[in-house]
């Protein structure tokens, strides 16, 4: 079993910048890909970005690329989301993942954290 565990979110205004954090714990972290998805009221929930486990490989949405930033510090066991240009469109509840490989489809991903709220005010 992996345990994930969101921080980092909160308010920011338009034109802002965050930075998630997921720590991970109880499996081996450097083995598994990553995801950072989000999800808004009444919305599907969506990949926002992905890193494979050396982190070699990243993947973004669209509507992200350019403003997020996925990282990943294996020797930490941890994950990172920067997000820069924030836009109210990014307002959603953000869930770290963890999955054997980089995938857009949601079911594939095998532990998933609690969420942390983005809020992105115009």
């Known amino acids: 079993q992996v345990q994930l565990v969101e921080s980092g979110g909160g308010l920011v205004q338009a034109g802002g910048s965050l930075r998630l954090s997921c720590a991970a714990s109880?499996?081996?972290?450097?083995?598994?890909?990553m995801g950072w998805f989000r999800q808004a009221p009444g919305k599907e929930r969506d990949i926002v970005a992905g890193i494979s486990w050396s982190g070699g490989t990243t993947n973004y949405a669209d509507s992200v690329k350019g403003r997020f930033t996925i990282s990943r510090d294996n020797a930490k066991n941890m994950v990172y989301l920067q997000m820069n240009s924030l836009k109210p469109e990014d307002t959603a509840v953000y869930y770290c993942?963890?999955?054997?490989?980089?995938?857009?489809?949601?079911?594939?991903?095998?532990?998933w954290g609690q969420g942390t709220q983005v809020t992105v005010s115009s």
């Open positions: 993942a963890a999955g054997v490989a980089l995938t857009r489809r949601e079911g594939a991903w095998n532990y």
């Open positions: 109880g499996g081996t972290f450097y083995r598994y890909a």
